[in-house]
């Protein structure tokens, strides 16, 4: 892995609006349960413009960046030898359906550790308006030689 990523910063994404039908989908596939986020009348009745999204939807939106990162051509991830190692996410509030949403992806740390090398990326997160909503950090294993 290339040690220079470190401290990169890549394009912001193309704006994401968050679906109504998207948040019900990622909702059941993660069993939450919470009628904020199946029923649009309950998100309403607790102050939110639609169906509000499981704090790791944000995810969804995260992914956009680290396929930046992983194209990147002078990286060297091998994307086959890439393990998810962790997964974080600071919220200032709510991914909402029609949230409309941008992400800049920050290599905030590149080290290796034997044979095996981990690149740390944080995606900041925001709204149209260019507020922050959410800043989701993963750290990705590259595994090394055999």
């Known amino acids: 892995m290339n040690p220079e990523l470190q401290g990169r910063v890549f394009a ?4 994401y609006l968050v679906g109504r039908e998207k ?3 990622f ?3 993660v069993f939450a349960t919470n009628p904020v986020n199946l029923d649009v009348d309950a998100a309403r009745a607790a102050g ?6 499981p704090p ?3 995810v969804v939106v995260q992914e956009h960046t680290l396929a930046q990162l992983l194209a990147e051509p002078d990286a060297g991830i ?4 890439v393990v998810h190692g962790d997964q974080r996410f600071t919220s200032s509030r709510p991914i909402v359906a029609g949230d409309e949403l941008t992400a800049t992806l920050t290599v905030s740390g590149v080290k290796t550790l034997g044979a095996h090398s981990m690149v740390t990326a944080e995606s900041v997160i925001t709204d149209a308006a260019g507020a922050h ?4 950090i993963s750290t990705l294993v590259v595994r090394g030689d055999d």
């Open 56 to 58: 790791t939807f944000a």
């Open 48 to 53: 939110y413009d639609d169906v509000v999204a």
């Open 78 to 81: 091998d994307f086959s030898r």
């Open 12 to 15: 912001p994404t193309a704006p």
């Open 133 to 136: 909503v959410v800043t989701a």
């Open 27 to 29: 909702a059941r596939a």
């Open 23 to 25: 948040v019900r989908e």
